[in-house]
């Protein structure tokens, strides 16, 4: 049974540091591995998707990467702003149906 | 709709109650999901439809629970004599043809059971 696991749990940075939120999994037969944003009682933005096959993606300040072997993915966030401040989660997909197995998610305060 | 929507985005019952969650999704997305999340953690899933028919519904608690997509677009989420242990938020997130594993999700409805 996959299980995923993000730490740390929560995360207080000041503003301007770059850093890295972790997520690893139990199975590494994986179809692919997405990161989502939560703001406070709102549902789930979708920030980066990375297939199996491949290593990393970027978009902007965020970047994604996958070592399937070792079962880990890392979230680097560079020059974090206030409004980044957000629970990430990490979500692992076993199959191409959109099932997704999750962790219980990193809180993030950025301060100013 | 330009987005998932989902209704009622609170809902308070008291337990033992019946409870209809409903959720509409992007349109012309043919995959829709449900997924509870409690307090403190990750969602989980309960079900997932493509079209009319329930693919995948191996996340559904108990008999309790019920979802269906009578026309392949809005979904009901059904939820029998409910307990406290069901309060959650419960979110439904669509997809488009040919997977890419792109999900969007609706804000959630957040269950409350007294």
């Known amino acids: 049974k996959q299980e995923v696991t993000q730490i740390p749990a929560a995360l207080s940075v000041p503003e301007g540091e770059n850093l890295v939120l972790n997520c690893s999994f139990t199975?590494?037969?994986?179809?692919?591995l997405q990161w989502f944003r939560q703001d406070p009682g709102k549902g789930l933005t979708s920030l980066l998707l990375?297939?199996?096959?491949?290593r990393e993606q970027t978009s902007g300040r965020l970047n994604a990467s996958l070592d399937k072997s070792s079962g880990r993915s890392t979230l680097y966030i560079a020059a974090s702003q206030p409004g980044d401040s957000a629970t990430y989660l990490c979500?692992?997909?076993?199959?191409?149906?959109?099932?997704?197995?999750f962790g219980q998610g990193t809180t993030l305060q950025v301060k100013p | 709709g330009a987005g998932v929507s989902q209704t009622p985005s609170n809902k308070v019952t008291e337990k033992g109650k019946y409870v209809e969650l409903r959720c509409d999704p992007i349109?012309?997305?043919?995959?829709l999901y449900w997924y509870r999340q409690s307090l403190g953690q990750g969602p989980e899933f309960l079900i997932y439809?493509?079209?009319?028919?329930?693919?995948?519904d191996s996340g559904l608690p108990n008999d309790r629970f019920f979802a269906v997509r009578p026309e392949g677009s809005v979904s009901t989420l059904k939820i029998q004599r409910t307990e406290r242990g069901d309060s959650a938020v419960y979110l439904c997130?669509?997809?488009?043809?040919?997977?890419?594993?792109?999900?969007?999700f609706g804000e959630g409805s957040r269950l409350t059971v007294l």
């Open positions: 997130a669509s997809s488009g043809t040919g997977y890419t594993g792109e999900l969007f």
């Open positions: 349109s012309g997305h043919t995959a």
């Open positions: 979500a692992v997909g076993s199959s191409n149906t959109g099932k997704l197995i």
């Open positions: 439809f493509q079209g009319t028919g329930a693919a995948d």
């Open positions: 990375i297939q199996s096959s491949q």
């Open positions: 199975d590494s037969a994986i179809y692919n």
